[in-house]
């Protein structure tokens, strides 16, 4: 029973930062792929950055050279810097088995932190 539960999201002001973490258990890393999406009020859930088992990435663009991500035992983090009010949201972690070649196939979800940015 894999099982991914979120934590870090916070409220800062606009140029701060922030670290997420997802803590997976009953997941293997190896083979497989993480991922972090986001949902704000109103909007559609968007991508935001994912990680293969080779530890390729690939971002959004609106969070391109401003976020990272990355695994370490057992975890799967989003260091998020020079936050703006725009990376308001909900933020949750996602898991898939195979290669990390799209966005699609999640089957695994945390429950989601917030992270709110104020101007």
């Known amino acids: 029973h894999v099982q991914l539960v979120e934590s870090g999201g916070g409220s800062v002001q606009a140029g701060g930062s922030l670290r997420l973490s997802c803590a997976a258990s009953?997941?293997?890393?190896?083979?497989?792929?993480m991922a972090w999406f986001r949902q704000a009020p109103g909007k559609e859930r968007e991508r935001v950055a994912r990680?293969?088992?080779?530890?390729s990435t690939v971002y959004a663009d609106s969070v391109k050279g401003r976020f990272t991500i990355f695994n370490d035992r057992g975890t799967t983090y989003l260091r998020m810097n020079s936050l703006n009010v725009d990376d308001t949201a909900m933020y949750y972690c996602a898991a898939r088995s195979g290669r990390c070649l799209d966005w699609t196939g999640f089957g695994y979800w945390g429950q989601g932190t917030q992270v709110t940015v104020s101007s």
């Open positions: 990680i293969g088992y080779l530890e």
């Open positions: 009953g997941y293997t890393y190896s083979g497989n792929c």
